[in-house]
Every structure is written in structure tokens, then in C-alpha cells.
């Protein structure tokens, strides 16, 4: 198990290339067990997460090979198994994504109940519950979710009373095979979705509504293969902001997507940062002192959970005081501990953080509890005074493609070692 080590202190210049989105890629690799032949995808991250899911395909029938370091092509040809396994499915929760491809594909799934970061609950019934509405006969046992239908799945109207990334997916995707219409109301809203409606839309699905919370699809009686682009990582470009943020320094982000960060981008103007878009690209600098903002998660377009962390240790290099609301995961204020340990003054109360700022962290020996918590740790060890070690960094393996080397290119003295 490797860790990572940190002098901070080091201000950050030159340039970052982003990734591929790895909640972008997710669906829509399961999104090729829909039909048999060859997809192609493009900027596909090099990632522990893609790997598992790859790994998952596997076991139910499809082949894939990288034609280079980001393009994948999957052969879902021979796609006649319909059970994942809970071995591959705890590791991350992303593998109940092929819940929905499997029961329109072959009418029937069987997939263990999902694992990934201890970050929250984040049940599944809002998947189960669309599926029901959708026509197939389900029974929750042994910890695997076993989903029938007899003949194709039935179009209708599902209501999210929250809106659910993977919820909306899973539904989409199964839809997209069902007889009659399917409408989602409150969809979730995120970039990755419509990505993985153009993806379905290239398949030869009939989807109203790319981008709005109300999603309508025409069910058709078969698609065909596909080839599409992931969309650029949103979370990894805004950790890379937070970072140049907390240590200082002037860098450009190219290969990413400024118009999928508008909550960020006010949060991080309002702490002093200036921010220079382009259409592919943003060029961040920090010359001064940082201001303290407040937060707020919310689903898309409002501020991203995915980057409630990260935001956190910045807020710690202010002279004031930040109050964090956490309202999507009720467990994702474990990196309070750590920086604690950094020397940050922290109070949680409920789902609220109240940061009181006082410019500076101390390196220290920490340890990563989940994929954003680990981000959050490397961005206060960019700034903190000394060394900081951060142990259990294989959660950042499954989110963020070769951080610590883009890191490096840009001036930190950050590199990994084995514990």
C-alpha cells in the first residue's frame, strides 16, 4: 500500500491537462451491455474505477482492449451472464449501473448491493423503485438485488422525490429498451448525463429533454453500437483550482469544461482567486490573501458535494469564518479529523462545519477515509508548513488520474512511497 508525502509551501506554475470524467465514463461503458457489437470510447481516465468496471463486463460475457492510453473499445457481443458479483461490486458503487442494461438487454439482473467510499448510505431505492414502475419483478436477498421481467420492460412515469445521479442513469438506460414512454421527473441535472445521453442518442435512442430535470424517452425495439467522447473531468478541475488556490501560483487547466463549474467558480472569485476562462481552458492565480466564503452542496448546477472537502482545507488558509453545509451525504465531514491534525479549527454540528480560519496548516501524519477526503489532504499538505504524510491513498487511485504527477509538473514536491 503506497503513501503519499508532501513538503508543502511550494507555489504552483505552468500548465495541467485534465482527464477524462470518471462519473462521465461510468455509465456509459455500462451503457455498451445495451447491444451487441463494438463501441468505441474516447478520453476514457486511466483509473482503479475503470478498471473494476471493465473487470465487471468481463464477467458477464463483453471483451475490451485500449487502442491507446484513453481510448477503449468494448465488444459486448457475447454479453449472456446476468449477475455481478459482490466482489467486484463492493469496491465501488458505480457497478449498479449495470442493473438497468442488463434487465432491458436480457431481462433479467442479479447484482449485489453497491460498496464504495463510507461517505453516507446512498441506498439504491429510488433504482428499485423506477424498475418496479417499469414493469420488472424485484426481491432484495442475501444482499443482491434480483430483477426479472418477463417479455420487454413497460414504458411509465417515475418521480424522484430526490434528485439521483446513478438513479437517473440506471433508469435511462433501461428505458431506452422499454415498450411505450418513460418520463423522470426531477432527473438529475449533471453534465455526465447528458453525456450519457448523447452516447444512448449515437445508440439509436429516442431521449426529450437533454439537460433539464424532466427526461422523455420512446422506447425502440433495439440499438446499435456507438462511438463518443467523455466529457472533461469537472471534479478533478476543480480540485486542481482548489490546489493552485491553497498554495499559491499561476496555472492553466487545459482539456477541461469551464461552463460545468459555475458554483465553484463564484465560491472561488469571492475568496480572492482570479479565474481566466476560456473554451477549453482556465487560468487560475492567487497573488494574495485568501477570503472566507460559505458553501452550501446542493444537486447540480448548485455547488458539487464532490468538491465539499477540498473547499474545506482552502477555507482553513483564510482569516475568518466559513460555514460548510453538507446536504447530499450525511457522513461527509470525515477529513474534519485529519486536518484537525494539520492544525485546522473545525466544528461540525449535524451537517454543518463552521471553519475558523486562521491562514495557516502544519504538516502532520493523516489518513484518507474516502476519494475527496484524500484530495482535501493533499491540497492542505500543498500548503501546509513541513511534511505532511498521508497514508491510505488508494482511494485516490479510483478518482483522479496520476495526480501526484500532474501535481509535480507544475512545481510541488509531492511523491509517493510504499508503507
Known amino acids: ?3 503519499i508525502i508532501i513538503e508543502g509551501g511550494r507555489k504552483l506554475h505552468g ?63 457475447n454479453v449472456t451472464e446476468f449477475e455481478a458479483s459482490y466482489d467486484l461490486v463492493k469496491t465501488m458503487r458505480a457497478s449498479v449501473l449495470v442493473l438497468g442494461p442488463l434487465l432491458a438487454r436480457l431481462g433479467r439482473a442479479r447484482v449485489s448491493l453497491p460498496g464504495g467510499c463510507a461517505i453516507g448510505a446512498r441506498p439504491i431505492d429510488f433504482h428499485m423503485q423506477g424498475f418496479q414502475k417499469l414493469g420488472a419483478q424485484l426481491e432484495l436477498e ?20 430526490i434528485p439521483s445521479v446513478t438513479g437517473t442513469e440506471n433508469i435511462l438506460m433501461a428505458a431506452v429498451l422499454a415498450e411505450g414512454t418513460t418520463v423522470i421527473k426531477n432527473a438529475a441535472r449533471e453534465p455526465e448525463i447528458a453525456n450519457l445521453i448523447d452516447m444512448l442518442t449515437r445508440m439509436g435512442a429516442r431521449i426529450e429533454g437533454r439537460g433539464s430535470d424532466r427526461l422523455t424517452v420512446q422506447g425502440v425495439e433495439s440499438l446499435q453500437p456507438a462511438e463518443i467522447e467523455i466529457i472533461p473531468d469537472r471534479i478533478e ?29 463564484e465560491k472561488l472569485r469571492s475568496s480572492g482567486l482570479y479565474l481566466e476562462e476560456g473554451e477549453t481552458s482556465i487560468r487560475v492565480i492567487r497573488s494574495g490573501p485568501l477570503k472566507n466564503v460559505d458553501i452550501k452542496t446542493m444537486p447540480y448546477p448548485g455547488f458539487a458535494t464532490d468538491l465539499q472537502a477540498q473547499t474545506m482545507a482552502l477555507m482553513t488558509l483564510t482569516e475568518g469564518l466559513s460555514v460548510i453545509h453538507e446536504n447530499i451525504f450525511e457522513n461527509r465531514f470525515m477529513h474534519v479529523a485529519e486536518l484537525r491534525r494539520m492544525g485546522a479549527d473545525i466544528m461540525v454540528d449535524g451537517g454543518k462545519a463552521i471553519v475558523k480560519g486562521h491562514g ?10 474516502d476519494l475527496r477526503a484524500s484530495a482535501s489532504l493533499v491540497i492542505a499538505g500543498l500548503a501546509a508548513q513541513g511534511l505532511t504524510e498521508i497514508s491510505r491513498v488508494y482511494h485516490l487511485d479510483r478518482g483522479y488520474d496520476d495526480l501526484v504527477g500532474k501535481l509535480s509538473a507544475v512545481g510541488a514536491k509531492i511523491w509517493r512511497e510504499r508503507e
Open 1 to 3: 500500500m503506497d503513501k
Open 15 to 77: 500548465e495541467i491537462k485534465i482527464s477524462g470524467a470518471k462519473n462521465g465514463a461510468l455509465p456509459i461503458i455500462a451503457a455498451t451491455l445495451l447491444c451487441p457489437g463494438t463501441h468505441t470510447i474516447h478520453n476514457v481516465p486511466e483509473l482503479r474505477d475503470i478498471r473494476t468496471i471493465l473487470q465487471l463486463l468481463a464477467t458477464l460475457g463483453a471483451t475490451w482492449e485500449r487502442i491507446d492510453t484513453n481510448t477503449l473499445k468494448i465488444n459486448s457481443d
Open 142 to 161: 442475501h444482499g443482491y438485488v434480483d430483477a426479472k421481467v418477463c417479455g420487454r420492460l413497460r414504458g411509465a412515469t417515475i418521480y424522484f422525490d
Open 237 to 265: 478541475t476543480g480540485t486542481f483550482l482548489i490546489a493552485v488556490g491553497a498554495a499559491g501560483g499561476d496555472v492553466t487547466l487545459t482539456n477541461c469544461n469551464p461552463s460545468h463549474l459555475p458554483s465553484l467558480f
Open 360 to 369: 495557516k496548516l502544519n504538516g502532520a501524519r493523516v489518513m484518507a477515509t
